[in-house]
């Protein structure tokens, strides 16, 4: 599978935050090279797709009735939500309750499995446990009705006690694209198994993973404050924002990285060809199929992989970031001058590096998870898609 950093797509995006919350649209950059390409046309209809989706519940800590599903997204530019009929419903504001908030759960069955159907759209598959989430219609900048998401990371939402994870989507007339996601935090272990023209699984945690995880975290200094006592990890950028986390932690990485790359050059493979890259007046700067050049990141850009290390859809500057900001955040820049690397026994050796997400790589049974935006490169990502899918499991692994 060509990896996705060297496809032609735009990136995960992060939501707008508005009142201290994520709003508006999932991000559908992170899934896949269809979630943006035409994906709507005259033959696809508010339900089109109807695609089998089962959730199991088979965690071990919550009975079905404590577990409540919702399925969210964009189709067709419009904020929607899933019903439990299977068919798409649009955000409104009068869907908010005397609270002052939506009641979208999808309950599941007594006992058992739980049967849903999947139309076409890109979205998220949210589950709570315990107790429900807190979704509220607002109107955005544009005065369009949008959905206030949960933001786990955020001490002041609503959602903020509440356990709870997400699964990423798009479901187009091109197939199936999803992926598990822990860009944001880590929290309930799941795994997302595809039916299709094959059988593919993705983020399957091992057992006693979620503890494990949890407790590496704890175990550094600058990163044990991202961890909410047993319900969440917060991704490492979210901390800085938060002021947990210190805003130059890798700066002198990203220092030795300028300094190393003056003297000599550091060659990028992408689909569109080889780049060279050397600092030159303080730019690193590459030749290649293209001219890209790059300031230096902070250690924010590092971890939102943003900033100076965005990633535009053009094809050339945008694959090169990726696998900057990969190198960055598995700290194998200065180990190999030629990216990006893809032996996983060589990431995160350094003292400095994304703890975080060696720790739920180290979660997983096949080591693959999203514990940044560029995980993708080299297909390290907890990521599946298929063209011809027939059916979709999300099951809650025990914790």
Not at 121 to 148: C, P
Not at 194 to 210: H, I, Y
Not at 256 to 272: F, H, I, P, Q, R
Not at 281 to 297: N, Q
Request: hydrophobic share 40%.
């Amino acid at each position: 599978m060509t990896p996705r950093h060297q496809r032609n797509l735009s990136r995960r995006k992060l939501f707008i935050a508005l009142g201290g919350a994520a709003v508006a649209a999932p991000a559908v950059g992170a899934l896949a090279p269809y979630a943006l390409a035409g994906t709507t046309d005259g033959s696809t209809k508010a339900a089109a797709g109807s695609l089998p989706l089962t959730i199991a519940n088979q965690s071990g800590s919550f009975d079905n009735a404590s577990v409540h599903v919702y399925i969210v997204g964009n189709q067709d530019g419009k904020q929607v939500r899933v019903t439990q009929d299977g068919t798409l419903a649009p955000i409104s504001l009068s869907d908010n309750g005397a609270d002052g908030f939506t009641d979208y759960a999808l309950p599941l069955a007594g006992s058992g499995e739980t049967q849903l159907s999947l139309p076409y759209m890109s979205g998220r598959i949210y589950v709570s446990l315990g107790e429900k989430l807190k979704f509220k219609a607002v109107a955005d900048g544009n005065g369009n009705t949008a959905l206030q998401y949960p933001a786990g990371w955020v001490t002041s939402d609503p959602n903020y006690a509440v356990l709870h994870d997400c699964a990423e989507f798009t479901h187009n007339a091109a197939g199936m694209f999803c992926n598990t996601t822990m860009v944001d935090m880590f929290s309930v272990p799941m795994s997302i198994r595809l039916n299709g023209e094959k059988e593919q699984t993705t983020g399957t945690v091992r057992a006693g993973g979620r503890a494990a995880a949890f407790a590496a975290v704890r175990e550094i200094e600058d990163f044990a404050p991202l961890v909410v006592d047993d319900v969440r990890v917060i991704a490492p950028g979210h901390g800085l924002d938060a002021g947990l986390f210190a805003k130059d932690y890798f700066a002198p990485y990203i220092d030795e990285v300028w300094s190393t790359y003056t003297g000599k050059d550091l060659t990028v493979a992408t689909n569109a060809g080889t780049f060279t890259g050397r600092v030159r007046a303080d730019r690193f700067t590459f030749d290649g199929p293209a001219s890209v050049s790059f300031g230096k990141p902070s250690t924010r850009d590092v971890f939102f992989c943003d900033g100076n290390l965005a990633a535009p859809n053009d094809g050339t500057t945008g694959p090169v970031a990726a696998v900057l900001g990969a190198g960055f955040n598995r700290s194998t820049l200065l180990s190999n001058s030629a990216q990006p690397t893809t032996d996983a026994g060589d990431f995160y050796k350094t003292e400095l590096t994304n703890h975080y997400s060696k720790a739920i790589h180290a979660a997983t049974e096949d080591g693959k998870a999203y514990g940044f935006a560029f995980d993708d490169v080299a297909d390290f990502a907890s990521y599946i898609q298929d063209t011809a899918p027939s059916a979709i499991r999300l099951t809650l692994t025990p914790f």
